[in-house]
């Protein structure tokens, strides 16, 4: 089945650095991604979509200069968050279609990314 | 916008008991439903997935319902175990690529 690697599963960085996420769909193509972010007994958050070839389509009050978003080929999209702060800690997660096949197909996330700010 | 609820927010049952978990949605313009399951700090794994077009799907001891006109699906669990104990969410795709995730139901199967 469609598989989606997520890197890295964990991660802790000091305040004002910079950490950068890889979404990898492995065995198709997709040309959207998205990312989203889960607070703690809560659900999923979208915070962008992810386009091949263009510019990252943000969703009302994600700061797109902070989480930078690049689509630089049909498998992979990378989410960098910029400058991190503490309230940057959460877990961030995407997910990707088969371009080939459309909405009808299932959505597959990758496992997601454990980010903590200290 | 999209506005998907999921009721109960926990559960606790009994091995060996069926279960209904509920999802609600707003928009009945949907082109898919979709049910996951999230273990704890970890990704999400698609169960099933419902087309707009579809009353049901069916996946061992899962059985996923839809019923578009009232806005609402249902997770059947058959003969829980305590490996189902998880949190489910579901998610509904109005516009082909952006997914609406419930607010999820924690699951607890008790030995």
């Known amino acids: 089945g469609a598989v989606v690697s997520q890197h890295p599963s964990r991660v802790i960085c000091k305040s004002g650095t910079s950490v950068k996420i890889e979404c990898r769909s492995l065995?198709?193509?997709?040309?959207?991604m998205f990312w989203y972010r889960q607070f703690p007994k809560q659900s999923l958050m979208l915070m962008a979509t992810?386009?091949?070839?263009?510019?990252?389509?943000?969703e009302q009050g994600v700061e797109k200069d902070k989480f930078l978003i690049n689509h630089a080929s049909l498998t992979l999209s990378t989410l960098t968050v910029t400058s991190a702060h503490p309230e940057d800690s959460s877990f961030y997660i995407c997910?990707?279609?088969?371009?080939?096949?459309?909405?009808?197909?299932?959505?597959?996330f990758g496992n997601g990314t454990r980010l903590t700010v200290t | 916008k999209q506005e998907v609820t999921q009721i109960p927010a926990a559960l606790s049952v009994p091995e060996g008991e069926n279960l209904v978990l509920n999802c609600s949605f707003t928009?009945?313009?949907?082109?898919?439903l979709q049910w996951f399951r999230q273990d704890p700090g970890k990704g999400l794994t698609s169960l099933l997935l419902?087309?707009?077009?579809?009353r049901e799907q069916t996946s061992g001891r899962l059985n996923a319902s839809l019923d578009k006109s009232s806005g609402r699906s249902t997770l059947y669990i058959a003969a829980s175990q305590p490996g189902d104990s998880a949190t489910y969410l579901c998610?509904?795709?109005?516009?082909?690529?952006?997914?609406?995730f419930g607010t999820g139901t924690s699951l607890t199967v008790i030995p």
């Open positions: 928009d009945s313009a949907i082109y898919n």
């Open positions: 992810s386009n091949e070839g263009s510019k990252a389509t943000y």
């Open positions: 065995d198709f193509q997709a040309t959207t």
């Open positions: 419902i087309q707009s077009s579809q």
């Open positions: 997910s990707a279609r088969d371009s080939r096949q459309g909405v009808v197909t299932p959505l597959h």
């Open positions: 998610a509904s795709t109005n516009t082909g690529n952006q997914f609406y």
